[in-house]
């Protein structure tokens, strides 16, 4: 296995209290498979996408609790010198805002070559040589050209493929993309995830896809995760979660996704709010906004059942899975 998070708690110590941002998350991902890690903003995702890449903000944010191992080793064991050497050469991150995680005064050149020279001491020339390599990789038009050009210059399309050209630099067996077509149009998502899926294959690595529109991960994702208050809510395999979700959240998801059928008909919403992480409702999260909401899912939290109707492994944290599933 490439990468295992194992029962992840991240907690944010706030003026008004403690934000349990994430409660006891498992997920695992193998080299050239994708992941999908799905919900609603604040369910959890990038927070623990952080704690895997080491960036997580400390303080306020803290790892109370739980295990990252890569390759085997626990990556919350290594001393800082040592996280650093897997961060970047190893595991890389796309990150979902291109022009404010680009640097404003260097060009994109330079600042795919310091790759180079920091973690393989090339000399500038070769590092710029090899920056033009990369942003061929990426379907950069004229890369030769546009290496001295800065991140303004380019459209938002172009920037993100600069962002996954620094995440491929060092060639990492892990890459995590959180949000990278947010802001794009449909056609330059398309172009952005058909992209990813092409690189991924060809290089086998493990790929960690975060987004909040299951529309986006139909196409090139293996398996889902999806997240509701910090913790998963259901995991499976991408086709069977599209056939039938076995969470209510996970329903109501796929029924907010505009469909061509239905023209002229109001979108379908999930009613209510995601919960505030300072007060998780006792038992289920999701009660106060689930439709099929007992009291036994506003007292008992539910564990991540075994979908044992289900052919493939798959869980669902749900009491009432089952009737979810046929509902």
């Known amino acids: 296995m490439l990468l295992e998070v194992r029962d992840l708690h991240v907690e944010f110590h706030t003026r008004d209290g403690v934000a349990k941002a994430v409660n006891g998350v498992d997920y695992s991902v193998d ?39 890569f390759q085997g080793q626990d990556l919350l ?16 991150m796309v990150f979902q805002d291109a022009l404010s995680s680009l640097n404003p005064v260097l060009s994109v050149g330079d600042q795919l070559g310091e790759m180079f020279q920091v973690h393989r001491g090339m000399s500038r020339k070769d590092s710029r040589a090899k920056a033009v390599e990369l942003m061929d990789r990426v379907r950069i038009p004229a890369a030769k050209e546009r290496v001295g050009q800065y991140p303004h210059q380019f459209s938002g399309g172009m920037r993100q493929r600069i962002m996954i050209a620094m995440a491929l630099a060092l060639e990492p067996e892990l890459i995590i993309a959180d949000e990278p077509t947010t802001a794009l149009d449909v056609t330059v998502q398309a172009q952005v995830m058909d992209l990813l899926a092409e690189l991924r294959r060809e290089l086998n690595m493990g790929l960690i896809l975060i987004t909040h529109d299951l529309g986006v991960v139909a196409d090139v994702a293996d398996k889902i995760a999806v997240m509701y208050a910090g913790r998963i809510v259901e995991q499976a395999p991408v086709h069977e979660i599209y056939k039938a979700p076995a969470h209510p959240y996970t329903k109501g998801l796929l029924e907010s996704i505009p469909r061509l059928d239905q023209k002229g008909q109001d979108l379908y919403a999930i009613k209510g709010l995601p919960p505030n992480l300072l007060h998780i409702p006792p038992g289920c999260a999701f009660n106060p906004r689930c439709p099929m909401a007992q009291d036994v899912c506003r007292t008992d939290e539910p564990p991540l059942y075994e979908v044992t109707e289900s052919p493939v492994p798959r869980a669902s944290a749900c009491h009432f899975w089952k009737e979810c599933l046929h509902g």
């Open 77 to 92: 064991k290594l001393k800082e010198d040592e996280r650093r050497k897997v961060r970047g050469a190893r595991m890389a």
């Open 31 to 69: 080299a050239g498979e994708t992941l999908a890690v799905l919900g609603e903003s604040g369910s959890g995702k990038s927070v623990t996408a952080q704690a895997v890449m080491g960036i997580l903000d400390v303080p306020p944010g803290k790892i109370t609790r739980g295990e990252i191992l």
